[in-house]
T-cell receptor
Framework: DSGVTQTPKHLITATGQRVTLRCSPRSGDLSVYWYQQSLDQGLQFLIQYYNGEERAKGNILERFSAQQFPDLHSELNLSSLELGDSALYFC????????????????FGPGTRLLVL | DQQVKQNSPSLSVQEGRISILNCDYTNSMFDYFLWYKKYPAEGPTFLISISSIKDKNEDGRFTVFLNKSAKHLSLHIVPSQPGDSAVYFCAASAFGSGTYKYIFGTGTRLKVLA
């Protein structure tokens, strides 16, 4: 158990709909990262939040957005869903690397499997 | 452009033998490398990492080797066990635009045969 939790585990929805995925980081971790894994693909970085603020963006579509709340949990919002958005969505968290400059390992949640029909 | 490549999608190894998983990268700015293991229906689990100032890091049955000049890293599992059967992802990290960003390979599916 990594200490990172994600809900829901599975989500089935229709094209055009909007869904929200939720992530709670490990206790004490300030950074949350979102990744997408499509079939036979590696993990594609979407976006990172650090202590409530957006820190980095990757290959995130404009239809997708995220936020991190004061309690450090994060939500990934996916709207106007398309068939190609069907994938596994992972959240990861890491500690505060900014103070010591030492890179912190990312720890992953179990993922949310999204199926768009 | 795939900055981190795992060219072998799958690998089968006999129990007790050595498993060697390979990973190549193109960006010389990467300075931290990690291996994750993923079982079906679970998230990736951190396995072992190595900083670019080292060329080897060992943790029990797992050893990661880094060859910076060749931009190549490998994960050795000795001896391999059936429970090691999983998908292994390598990841490389570099600092830029105020944060560390991980780039993952596409994974190698390891099957350890009993």
């Amino acid at each position: 158990d990594s200490g990172v939790t994600q809900t829901p585990k599975h989500l089935i929805t229709a094209t055009g709909q909007r869904v929200t995925l939720r992530c709670s980081p490990r206790s004490g971790d300030l950074s949350v990262y979102w990744y997408q894994q499509s079939l036979d693909q590696g993990l594609q970085f979407l976006i990172q939040y650090y202590n409530g603020e957006e820190r980095a963006k990757g290959n995130i579509l404009e239809r997708f957005s995220a936020q991190q709340f004061p309690d450090l949990h994060s939500e990934l919002n996916l709207s106007s869903l398309e068939l190609g958005d069907s994938a596994l969505y992972f959240c990861a968290s890491s500690g505060d690397w900014t103070s010591g400059g030492l890179q912190e390992t990312q720890y992953f949640g179990p993922g949310t499997r999204l199926l768009v029909l | 452009d795939q900055q981190v490549k795992q060219n072998s999608p799958s690998l089968s190894v006999q129990e007790g033998r050595i498993s060697i998983l390979n990973c190549d990268y193109t960006n010389s700015m990467f300075d931290y490398f990690l291996w994750y293991k993923k079982y079906p229906a679970e998230g990736p689990t951190f396995l072992i990492s190595i900083s670019s100032i080292k060329d080897k890091n060992e943790d029990g049955r797992f050893t990661v080797f880094l060859n910076k000049s060749a931009k190549h890293l490998s994960l050795h599992i000795v001896p391999s066990q059936p429970g090691d059967s999983a998908v292994y992802f390598c990841a490389a990290s570099a600092f830029g635009s105020g944060t560390y960003k991980y780039i993952f390979g596409t994974g190698t599916r390891l099957k350890v045969l009993a």
